[in-house]
């Protein structure tokens, strides 16, 4: 029944590992997103996909890798974890929009700790 | 580039009474789309409205609704009758329609919170 789910809900891990979050969409959408939230409630987009095509790469340190393997997919690859990486993580998706089209659908968010 | 501004960092308001809170954006593109969602403590985010620049009436979902003064480029969430379940975070944001980039521009927030 879930729209967007990701996995996990929580991430406690120490410096300089490597984790990844995994998101999935059962809505059909062609288009997913990766969100932070950092420890001041501010989001900023930091992926797009569109049809497993990165349309947005926003100034993200490459340590950061998302990976699509399919449009129900879109997966964050983190390595080399630092301390500021800690935030909340949300995935989001989209339809193919028209102009009426419009809401996106957020998943319920994975908090992450680096210690 | 498009931007959001949330002057009001935090807000009280009596359970049973109106709010609004500010919202005002800036863009080139004429073609916007503005939304505002809420996150409650428990951590997701709830759309609540959803307003379109060429939309010729102000947006109203039960006891949201968007006050919308396109000259003045604000987008005010107003909420009615304000209940207990209200207290969250709210966040104004807005995506435009030109080109293939979709994402949302989000606000700082609105920490809500509603007084028995």
């Known amino acids: 029944d879930t729209a967007v789910s990701q996995t996990p809900k929580y991430l406690v891990t120490q410096m300089g590992n490597d984790k990844s979050i995994k998101c999935e969409q059962n809505?059909?959408?062609?288009?997913m997103y990766w969100y932070k939230q950092d420890s001041k409630k501010f989001l900023k987009i930091m992926f797009s996909?569109?049809?497993?095509?990165?349309?947005i790469n926003e100034t993200v340190p490459n340590r950061f890798s998302p990976k699509s393997p399919d449009k129900a997919h879109l997966n964050l690859h983190i390595n080399s974890l630092e301390l500021g990486d800690s935030a909340v993580y949300f995935c989001a998706s989209s339809p193919k929009t028209t102009y009426r089209t419009y809401e996106q659908y957020f998943g319920p968010g994975t908090r992450l700790t680096v210690t | 580039a498009q931007k959001i501004t949330q002057t009001q960092p935090g807000m009280f308001v009596q359970e049973k009474e109106a709010v609004t809170l500010d919202c005002t954006y800036d863009t080139s593109d004429p073609s916007y789309g503005l939304f505002w969602y809420k996150q409650p403590s428990s951590g997701e985010m709830i759309f609540l409205i959803y307003?379109?620049?060429?939309?010729?009436q102000n947006a109203t979902e039960g006891r949201y609704s968007l006050n919308f003064q396109k000259a003045r480029k604000s987008a005010n969430l107003v909420i009615s009758a304000s209940q207990l379940g209200d207290s969250a975070m709210y966040f104004c944001a807005m995506r435009v329609f030109s080109g293939s980039a979709r994402q949302l521009t989000f606000g700082s927030g609105t920490q809500l919170t509603v007084l028995p």
């Open positions: 996909y569109n049809n497993k095509e990165l349309i």
């Open positions: 307003q379109g620049s060429y939309d010729q």
């Open positions: 809505l059909g959408h062609d288009t």
